[in-house]
């Protein structure tokens, strides 16, 4: 029961937010996270936010993805 | 898709498999990976990743579908209840078509009654407000990623001092039902992979007790096909160096200590108790009740409705497969008697269920290669 | 037209029913065209093979972005006419009206069919009202049976898939049904997705007349999505299909929509799509036919007949694994798991 989408967040008033993913948006709640920005990335799961993306991180998950395959680990 | 099609590059996804296969070179016999979480089983099906790791690999999955382990009564109680007069059922889709003793949420729209399905449980709380004659039942299923929206429902509810919102709760939770299964002697686990957004919620530090009773290594991963394919990468290692930590491969949304505002919210309006889990049985404060605050939303104690006795097929064996035993492909009924246009037990029925999964995806000797 | 809403009085055979032919349905069906009044329509005689179908039409909500019932029930007769090379040549319309329908709205619905109608150059030729109580239908219900003449001796079929060729498609997939999904009350989803509706005729002529017996099969994806209709052909031909999920053409916003749904694209409806099945040598002259028309812009192969493993789709997926495509048990529901 975890289907969580990264969404954008676009506007915020009071606990609401709207979000948007490539063109389609949804009003989500943010009454589970704090210190939420505009243009911040959240995980939405049944019309909450129940985390903010941390791009730093996803940057690191990123490289170190990215670094498996420089290692010349393809196969031939 | 901003956060999403990065996980899903097929040069990286090789690159992993490659070092899932190096790694594995250290293994001295086959390993065997359980993941507790339907979004899980349904994204190693969707992606084909099964058809790609190497044979010493096993993935396995375990009771992660809520639908799959809410106890059949749970639907006879939905069905009862969908027979009341001037009654809404607002559920999440995953239910509807959830088979109880003799009848299902579908069957009984076709029979006249009012079933609505919601993306969220604010959702629900919207259509009481719009509907002040009829009373709205939320069917409350999920573990801990959904628990809290549905307690900032209720939330919600009492704001707006709503009389006609109710909620029929089965939540339950994670880790206890790992802990009863690392504890089974007929069960061996060698790793688990830890649900992604049930732990965003509860934090990577939770699975530690799991690590420290049992020494089974855990890992927290993401839903994308990448993030699985490291989550298992991470186990293999552990495993081959003889290790059992609890790692985190999904740190751009899980942290240590988990959301603590959403646990707030939860811990607000919901209390452990004890639950029944289909196939395994009952494991003490596995559950969620509604506190004494707010049990005026309490559909079973607020609605009284005579229930149907539990009539269940004698050869059902989801519990066998939910505690990962045994594969859809063991169970005699499968692709046979047992069908998602006829299902008989949940594991079929529920779209993430192990073998509506296996019975969708899986097919017949598929092989691939990297 | 003297009442604002639709009585039970318009389908009872009188003066009311008289007045709704004469003051709104005729003058809007059949344009310029003078009625025969007559129980039948007479069609002159034809050369060729005659192509006969029909089809019905619930869809709810009966307005969406791009589209009408009556849109759909014009273009999704002329595509099935199409499907097998048939070229239109009469369509006949009838409706099951409730009780209280808001004139104005069958109007909007009417005008719809008559320009869609006139769009791909058929006529409608006949037609029949009926008025139901109230919530006896939901507002509207169409049927439309199409008949349509071959003007080519080629076998198209669904039967006729062969191992080696190329499956095409003329466009994005999904784009129907999460339009339509995307108004319904409940979801409360924003966007600009847009039903892909649209009369396939010509594009099918172009083919025939490119690739003419290289064009084995051809069909329509629409309930159930792609992997419904490729599982029926692979069924009925008796191969085996394999997709490229990397190929496959998607708007982000469907994709985007059927995340958050937890529903997948391969499943949901189109309307303005077929699925081309074509010797592999002629693939490419196939494709840039497809692309040079209006309704093909964003054609691609997405797939081929692989073996003759009996009735199996299979899927690679983007990161290379292989996983199979069977059949819903039912529709696709919103999921949160």
Not at chain 1, 50 to 60: G, H, T
Not at chain 3, 115 to 137: C, F, L, S
Not at chain 3, 152 to 165: F, K, P, T, V
Request: hydrophobic content about 45%; proline content about 5%; glycine content about 10%.
């Amino acid at each position: 029961m975890c289907l969580g989408v990264p969404m954008q967040v676009k506007t915020i008033e009071n606990d609401m937010a709207i979000c948007e993913i490539d063109g389609v948006q949804r009003e989500a709640s943010l009454m589970m996270i704090d210190d939420v920005a505009i243009g911040d990335f959240v995980l939405i799961h049944a019309g909450f936010a129940i985390e903010r993306i941390d791009e730093e991180e996803a940057r690191l998950t990123l490289r170190a993805l990215r670094e498996a395959l420089d290692q010349g680990l393809v196969p031939e | 898709m901003r956060h999403q099609n990065e996980y899903r590059d097929p040069e990286l996804a090789c690159a992993q498999l490659q070092a899932i296969r190096e790694a594995g070179k250290g293994l001295d016999r086959a390993v065997t990976l359980m993941e507790v979480c339907g979004t899980h089983t349904m994204s190693v099906y969707q992606h084909g990743i099964r058809s790609l790791l190497p044979e010493q690999v096993r993935l396995v999955s375990g009771p992660g579908c809520p639908v799959c382990v809410t106890p059949v009564d749970y639907v006879d109680h939905a069905v009862a209840l969908a027979r009341r007069e001037a009654t809404i059922i607002a559920t999440f889709g995953d239910m509807v078509r959830v088979p109880g003793s003799s009848s299902s949420l579908l069957h009984e729209q076709a029979r006249g009654a009012t079933i609505k399905i919601v993306y969220s449980a604010l959702d629900a709380v919207t259509l009481a407000e719009d509907n002040p004659a009829s009373t709205v039942v939320f069917l409350g299923v999920g573990f801990e990623t959904t628990a809290p929206t549905i307690a900032g429902a209720i939330l919600t509810a009492a704001n707006k001092n709503l009389h006609n919102f109710f909620v029929l709760c089965a939540h339950k939770t994670m880790p206890a039902p790992m802990a009863a299964l690392a504890g089974d002697p007929d069960l061996q686990v060698d790793g688990y992979l830890c649900p992604a957004h049930v732990s965003a919620i509860i934090g990577a530090k939770a699975y530690q007790p799991l690590v420290d009773r049992f020494r089974v290594p855990c890992v927290i991963t993401g839903f994308e096909p990448l993030d699985i394919l490291q989550g298992v990468l991470m186990l293999v290692k552990q495993v081959v160096a003889g290790e059992a930590r609890v790692e985190n491969q999904y740190r751009r949304v899980v942290k240590a200590e988990g959301n603590q505002k959403a646990r707030a919210i939860l811990c607000r309006v919901f209390e452990s108790c004890d639950a029944r889990w289909r196939g395994i049985g009952n494991i003490p404060g596995s559950g969620l009740r509604l506190r004494d605050t707010y049990t005026r939303f309490d559909a079973a104690r607020a609605l009284p409705v005579e229930i149907e006795p539990v009539v269940e097929h004698p050869g059902c064996l989801c519990g066998e497969i939910l505690k990962g035993k045994l594969r859809p492909a063991d169970c005699p009924l499968f692709r046979t008697t047992c069908t998602p246009e006829e299902p008989v037990g949940a594991c079929m029925v529920s779209s993430e269920g192990a073998c509506a999964a296996e019975y969708k995806y899986g097919g017949q000797g598929l092989g691939a290669g990297c | 037209m003297k009442s604002e809403i639709i009585l039970l009085g318009h389908g009872s055979g009188g003066k009311l029913s008289h007045e709704l032919l004469d003051d709104l349905i005729v003058p809007i069906l059949s344009g310029t065209e003078p009625r025969d009044q007559n129980d039948a329509a007479i069609l002159a005689r034809q050369q060729g093979r005659l192509a006969f179908t029909t089809d019905s039409y619930v869809v709810d909500p009966i307005f969406f972005p791009d589209g009408s019932i009556g849109s759909l029930a014009i273009y999704g007769t002329i595509n099935d006419l199409a499907m097998t090379g048939a070229m239109p040549i009469a369509i006949s319309v009838g409706l099951i009206l409730e009780e209280g329908l808001a004139v104005n709205t069958l109007r909007t619905i009417l005008e719809d069919m008559s320009a869609a109608a006139q769009k791909v150059g058929v006529r409608i030729m006949t037609g029949d009202t009926k008025v139901v109580p109230r919530n006896k239908a939901d507002r509207i219900f169409v049927n439309t049976s199409g008949i349509g003449i071959l003007l080519h001796d080629l076998e198209i079929s669904g039967s006729n898939a062969q191992i080696g060729d190329k499956v095409l498609i003329n466009g994005t997939i999904g784009d129907h049904g999460m339009a339509v999904m995307a108004h319904r009350e409940g979801l409360a989803l924003t966007s600009d997705i847009t039903s892909d509706c649209a009369p396939l005729n010509s594009l099918v002529e172009e083919l025939i007349s490119g690739v003419g017996c290289r064009l084995h099969a051809l069909r329509d994806p629409t309930r159930g999505g792609i992997a419904t209709t490729l599982k029926e052909i692979a069924m009925q031909s008796e191969v085996e299909i394999t997709l490229q999920e990397n190929s496959l053409p998607v708007n982000p916003a469907v994709a985007g929509a059927c995340a958050i749904l937890g529903l997948d694209p391969l499943f949901v409806a189109n309307e303005g799509k077929l699925l081309a099945f074509v010797a592999p040598d002629a693939a490419e002259q196939a494709l840039a036919i497809m692309r040079k028309h209006e309704f093909g812009k964003a054609s691609a192969v997405i797939g081929e007949v692989t073996s003759p493993n009996k009735g199996k789709v299979r899927l690679q997926t983007a990161i290379g694994g292989l996983r199979a495509i069977e059949m819903l048990a039912g529709e696709q529901l919103p999921r949160i798991c």
